[in-house]
Nanobody
Framework: VQLVESGGGLVQAGDSVRLSCAAS????????MAWFRQAPGKEREFVAG????????SYADFVKGRFTMARDNAKNSVTLLMNSLKTEDTGAYYC????????????????WGQGTQVTVSS
């Protein structure tokens, strides 16, 4: 399965952005999915995850109440709606298929997209 992220860009603090991750070459209907991000000079970190079975979602503490992850099985995709963006949310955002959906670390990822850059200016 190939994953392709889109929707990133340059925004101002307080703005909202919706990222999409489209899958091709196979279905992600039965895959747990997650978003990770990586800021310059920092390690890649978990942002949000969603279960394939229940569509329940989990979030890193630093995005709870601001970000919402959802899956659309009909479109074979997942999205990440990011509200109230902060400058510290700047980074490359990656979607991934994962073996666990609750706060996985990067070792749980089985496939990655190429990433989309989100830059939040003050």
């Amino acid at each position: 399965v190939q994953l392709v992220e889109s929707g990133g860009g340059l925004v101002q603090a307080g703005d909202s952005v919706r990222l999409s991750c489209a899958a091709s070459g196979g279905t992600i209907r039965n895959a747990h999915m997650a978003w990770f991000r990586q800021a310059p000079g920092k390690e890649r970190e978990f942002v949000a995850g969603v279960s394939w079975l229940t569509s329940s979602s989990s979030y890193a503490d630093f995005v709870k109440g601001r970000f919402t992850m959802a899956r659309d099985n009909a479109k074979n995709s997942v999205t990440l709606l990011m509200n109230s963006l902060k400058t510290e949310d700047t980074g490359a955002y990656y979607c991934a298929t994962v073996t666990v959906w609750k706060s996985p670390d990067i070792r749980a990822a089985t496939g990655w997209g190429q990433g989309t850059q989100v830059t939040v200016s003050s």
